[in-house]
Every structure is written in structure tokens, then in C-alpha cells.
T-cell receptor, first 116, second 115 residues
Framework: AQKVTQAQTEISVVEKEDVTLDCVYE???????LFWYKQPPSGELVFLIR??????QNEISGRYSWNFQKSTSSFNFTITASQVVDSAVYFC?????????????FGKGTRLHILP | EPEVTQTPSHQVTQMGQEVILRCVPI?????FYWYRQILGQKVEFLVS????????KSEIFDDQFSVERPDGSNFTLKIRSTKLEDSAMYFC?????????????FGDGTRLSIL
């Protein structure tokens, strides 16, 4: 069965520090998609990245980077030089190509506090 | 850029009352979804809808829930007789196709408070 585990419930770092949010997933499928979403205090879900299972290349977007390791079923997210505006709940998520409807399975989220 | 829009942003309803949450998916999208997030918890899949019928539903989506696409633009979630535990944020999403080729686009959510 598919499952997403975010072991870190809450993290606090001081502004300008780097922080890594961990995500481990389980799936039966060989073709799947991994996501990260940001949920600020206002409540909306902000899409950050979508990665398919055949693309293990790491990605960098500004201060954000993602490390996808199929060997360990992990898709970790790093924020470099964190800022107070990065404070939010971050969700890792998975959908499987075998699932014809592409429902997204979310992890429980990591609440990130960036302290000034 | 086209967006999924949800109304209202916040709905307050007495327990036992019916509530309808409204969503306008992106116009050329064919797959529609509802997700629920109880306060402080993860986002959970409720139901998917394609070709005017439910494709899949979770165990959360019991007989109290229904979905409808009453016209060419709206996609609604109805809760027939609300309970306190229905208080949550409800997210609508849509996509052009399934099979993973196209991502789901989420609305900003409707916060439902049951009193």
C-alpha cells in the first residue's frame, strides 16, 4: 500500500540556517509521482515540486533543493539560507500511475518555524 | 494563469444542517477531486469524479457526502447532515487528465466550521 512518512513533526531553526525536511515513501508501483506542498498559516496549499519516479536528478530552484533517492525511497527537501517567510507546514505527497485517478496521498506534514 | 476557485472561503453551519461547498475547476479539466484536512492533520483524499460519475471514494466519503457537477463549470460537495467532526478545510482540485501526465491544481480551500 502507498504511504508517505514525514518523521519530523516540527522543526525550529534560526533565520539563515539551512534546514532539511525528510520524506520517506512506500509504493507498489514502478511509476509514481512525488510532490512537496507548502501550507502557510493562511491555509492554502502551495505547489512546490512534482517529480516522476524515472527522474532521479536532484533539482534546485532558488533556495529550495530536492534530493530524490530511489534506493532509500526518500525525497528530501532542503531550504538554504532560511527566511521567516518560509515558516509553514510542508507536506510531502505521492501518487501512483497504477491508480487511474491519480489521488494524492499526503504525509502528515512538518511544521517549520524560522526564528528571526 | 487559470485557477481553481472555491466558495465560500469560510462556512459556519449548525450541526445537522446540510452544507454545499462549491468549486469551479479550470475550464478544460476533466478530472475533479475533493480532499479534506482536519485542523492540524494531514490532507486526506475524499473522492474523485470523472465523466459525470464518481471514480473512486475513500472510506471517509460515506452516505452523508455527495458530489455533483450541476452544470459545465461547477463541482460541488454536499454534506447532508453535518456533524462536529466534519469541521475541516476542504480542498477541491482538478486536472486535465489522469495517469500522472498532468498535475492536479488545488483551490485555496473552504474552511467549514460546524457548531
Amino acid at each position: 500500500a502507498q504511504k508517505v512518512t514525514q518523521a519530523q513533526t516540527e522543526i525550529s531553526v534560526v533565520e539563515k540556517e539551512d534546514v532539511t525536511l525528510d520524506c520517506v515513501y512506500e509504493t507498489r508501483d514502478t511509476t509514481y509521482y512525488l510532490f512537496w506542498y507548502k501550507q502557510p498559516p493562511s491555509g492554502e496549499l502551495v505547489f512546490l515540486i512534482r517529480r516522476n519516479s524515472f527522474d532521479e536528478q536532484n533539482e534546485i530552484s532558488g533556495r529550495y533543493s530536492w534530493n530524490f533517492q530511489k534506493s532509500t525511497s526518500s525525497f528530501n527537501f532542503t531550504i538554504t539560507a532560511s527566511q521567516v517567510v518560509d515558516s509553514a507546514v510542508y507536506f510531502c505527497a505521492l501518487s501512483e500511475a497504477l491508480d487511474r485517478d491519480d489521488k494524492i496521498i499526503f504525509g502528515k506534514g512538518t511544521r517549520l518555524h524560522i526564528l528571526p | 494563469e487559470p485557477e481553481v476557485t472555491q466558495t465560500p472561503s469560510h462556512q459556519v453551519t449548525q450541526m445537522g444542517q446540510e452544507v454545499i461547498l462549491r468549486c469551479v475547476p479550470i475550464s478544460n479539466h476533466l478530472y475533479f477531486y475533493w480532499y479534506r484536512q482536519i485542523l492540524g492533520q494531514k490532507v486526506e483524499f475524499l473522492v474523485s469524479f470523472y465523466n459525470n460519475e464518481i471514480s473512486e471514494k475513500s472510506e471517509i466519503f460515506d452516505d452523508q457526502f455527495s458530489v455533483e457537477r450541476p452544470d459545465g463549470s461547477n463541482f460541488t460537495l454536499k454534506i447532508r447532515s453535518t456533524k462536529l467532526e466534519d469541521s475541516a478545510m476542504y480542498f477541491c482540485a482538478s486536472s486535465v487528465s489522469a495517469g500522472g501526465n498532468q498535475p492536479q491544481h488545488f483551490g485555496d480551500g473552504t474552511r467549514l466550521s460546524i457548531l
